[in-house]
């Protein structure tokens, strides 16, 4: 454990600093709780359309109204090579060893903060301004049918490179624009809306039929305001908060469902849980134990054991799991290893099985480094083709009905334990 990070029993102002250079919000007195917006949060406040949302979508999760928090930020008793958190510099062991804050406080603060960066970080404004922004690039690109990159739409329009960026991003995205090039500096107009469309009128048609409308940037930026869903997996293990019933509990009260995200080694708190979240993934990252260490570097004895033995539990719970792979290529996914994954998750019987593709981003950039690996970044990444050519090999050897697919998130679900006819939208916390 880092010692100027913790002193006297308490998680210091040093060890706060390391996170709130971020968007990182560290909450409560003792300081081992915390919140972050994710990406998809914003993604939705740009238009307030599903097409924005994130793939718990399909579990009825609306990303501006999700609150992605932990109650336990600096503890894990993993070290994954997948993790994108700093658990180089952010992690201060397997144990939790401060107090733990009330949970009613907890998240009284997490609201609060949530509701301040709404206001002042991911404002109203930002989002009615992206909204004209983009008519005026689609205008500007429709009279001047030549290439355009960031920096000429910024200086001719007198529009900031950031505010061009998101909003260009926004346009490719839904391809009103394309690239013109192969290093992706330089748009035009799409051809089919070009020989099409011939005033700003017809732009604008188009963007509020397609994309979105000030009515609904504003009708969504209002809702966010109000969380309704709490995804418990944002840093640490989340089992490890010795008040993690009453944590659950206190957000059913307030009628808002709940995701937990646990890496499984913690049996002993899955039974005790007597407040059940609204679904409990449980991270299956191997198939085997000699590759679950070399992909989570447990700092427990008996780690491999442990998870099986949660695997166990899931039976018996009454409230809807997931088995979650997270997949690296080339180093826990592979055809060779589908039949192994089939046998533990037949023998857990979760309600669904998620394979969903680490994100290369944020520390999980340094993946070679903890691998000691000479080998490429994109070694190890899984595209969605890859993914999705795994994911129906897998739904034919396993006889599991592949549910939904997400290409943005590269996530795939299967339906186990459930009707693949019956829609998986959670009703009630």
């Known amino acids: 454990m880092k010692s100027n990070f913790i002193e006297n029993g308490k998680i210091t102002n040093e060890f706060v600093e390391t996170y709130t250079k971020t968007t990182y919000r560290i909450i409560g007195p003792n300081k081992h709780s915390a919140l972050k917006p994710c990406h998809w949060l914003e993604q939705k406040l740009l238009t307030g359309r599903s097409n924005r949302n994130c793939y ?16 336990s930020l600096p503890f894990c008793n993993h070290q994954c090579v997948f993790c994108w958190r700093d658990i180089e510099l952010g992690a201060l062991g397997g144990d939790f060893v401060v107090d733990p804050d009330d949970p009613k406080e ?46 000429s739409l910024s ?14 991003s926004l346009l490719k995205n839904q391809r009103f624009i394309n690239n013109t090039d192969e290093i992706l500096n330089n748009y035009k107009i799409d ?20 994309l979105t409308t000030p009515e609904e940037i504003m009708t969504t930026h209002y809702e966010a305001m109000t969380p309704n869903h709490a995804a418990i997996s944002l840093d640490g293990e989340p089992l490890l908060y010795p008040k993690i019933n009453e944590y659950v509990q206190e957000f059913r009260n307030r009628q808002m469902t709940t995701f937990i995200v646990s890496n499984g080694t913690l049996p002993k708190a899955i039974e005790s849980l007597s407040s059940l979240p609204s679904q409990l993934y449980i991270t299956l990252p191997a198939c085997n134990e000699k590759l679950y260490k070399k992909t989570c ?50 023998r ?12 290369l981003q944020a520390k999980a950039l340094l993946i070679k480094n903890r691998l000691k690996s000479q080998e490429p970044l994109q070694y190890y990444f899984p595209d969605y083709n890859y993914l999705y050519q795994i994911a129906l090999k897998f739904e034919e050897m396993s006889g599991f009905p592949l549910i939904y697919t997400n290409e943005a998130s590269r996530d795939f679900l299967f339906a186990v334990n459930w009707d693949e006819n019956n829609d998986p939208k959670i009703v009630h916390p």
């Open 56 to 71: 718990k979508g399909i579990f009825g999760v609306e990303s501006h109204r999700c609150l992605q928090n932990t109650p």
């Open 106 to 151: 907890i998240i009284d603060e997490m609201i609060r903060h949530q509701q301040d960066i709404l206001k002042n970080h991911l404002p109203l404004r930002r989002y009615l301004d992206n909204y004209e922004i983009m008519n005026d690039i689609m205008y500007y690109m429709l009279t001047k049918k030549e290439q355009h990159n960031i920096n």
């Open 155 to 168: 200086q001719t329009l007198h529009i900031s490179k950031n505010k061009i960026e998101r909003a260009v």
């Open 191 to 210: 051809d089919e809306i070009s020989c099409c469309i011939d005033s700003k009128e017809e732009i604008q048609m188009l963007i509020n039929r397609e």
């Open 297 to 346: 570097r447990p700092m427990i004895k008996d780690g491999w054991n442990n998870l099986i033995e949660s695997l166990n539990l899931i039976n018996s719970l009454t409230c809807r799991t997931v088995i979650r792979l997270t997949a690296v290529k080339n180093l826990n996914l592979a055809l060779s290893m589908i039949p192994e994954y089939i046998k533990l998750i037949e």
């Open 348 to 359: 857990a019987n979760p309600t669904f099985f998620e394979i969903k593709g680490f994100t």
